[in-house]
Antibody
Framework: QVQLVESGGGVVQPGRSLRLSCAASGFTFSTYAMHWVRQGPGKGLEWVAVISYDGTNKYYADSVKGRFTISRDNSRNTLSLQMNGLRAEDTAVYFCATGGGSYYNGYDIWGQGTMVTVSS | EIVLTQSPEFQSVTPKEKVTITCRTSQSIGSSLHWYQQKPDQSPKLLIK???QSFSGVPSRFSGSGSGTDFTLTINSLEAEDAATYYC?????????FGGGTKVEIK
């Protein structure tokens, strides 16, 4: 069964850090580009970051550049998002998603999301 | 950054009625446009990829068209289960971007 399962969300104070994980199963993870997409409370979808299938290339939205780091461990079929310097505007449900080996495919596989709340 | 403008933002529709949602992009993206359906407290689901290709398992009442800067998602004969928010998404260039969403309510 093709599946993505996020974890690591929670409540964190502004300026602190949090690390999200996404466990993949049911497909050949090491051949898929992987994305993080977020959705603020009552808001639309926002692309956050993408990493190539081999981890060589990474790209970020301007809103998180320099604060967030995307990474992957193909031996453990796991995607991660290290979030530093968190701000209130980072409060959102974070989804991992993929559409295959290219960055430019539509996302046919999504996780269920993990909630991050940045609040003092 | 390519900006996607969806319209309308909200639509209240009677069952069996036809629904048309448009997505306009700030620059030409060929056919690199995808459509998703999201129901409350669920993750989005892919409906249409590359403007007009139906994703596997999606009911045939959903169809997509367009290219360049103007795209359309059509739901023929709306069913109660189609109540959701619909998003367009461009994958022509980074940063990838989404439209603001169209909420479809069943009357």
């Amino acid at each position: 069964q093709v599946q993505l399962v996020e974890s690591g969300g929670g409540v964190v104070q502004p300026g602190r850090s949090l690390r999200l994980s996404c466990a993949a199963s049911g497909f050949t993870f090491s051949t898929y580009a992987m994305h993080w997409v977020r959705q603020g409370p009552g808001k639309g979808l926002e692309w956050v970051a993408v990493i190539s299938y081999d981890g060589t290339n990474k790209y970020y939205a301007d809103s998180v550049k320099g604060r967030f780091t995307i990474s992957r461990d193909n031996s453990r079929n796991t995607l991660s998002l290290q979030m530093n310097g968190l701000r209130a505007e980072d409060t959102a449900v974070y989804f991992c998603a993929t559409g295959g080996g290219s960055y430019y495919n539509g996302y046919d596989i999504w996780g269920q999301g993990t909630m991050v709340t940045v609040s003092s | 950054e390519i900006v996607l403008t969806q319209s309308p933002e909200f639509q209240s529709v009677t069952p069996k009625e036809k629904v048309t949602i448009t997505c306009r992009t700030s620059q030409s993206i060929g056919s690199s446009l995808h459509w998703y359906q999201q129901k409350p407290d669920q993750s989005p689901k892919l409906l249409i990829k590359y403007a007009s290709q139906s994703f596997s398992g999606v009911p045939s009442r959903f169809s997509g068209s367009g290219s360049g800067t103007d795209f359309t998602l059509t739901i023929n004969s709306l069913e109660a289960e189609d109540a959701a928010t619909y998003y367009c998404h461009q994958s022509s260039s980074l940063p990838l971007t989404f439209g603001g969403g169209t909420k479809v309510e069943i009357k």
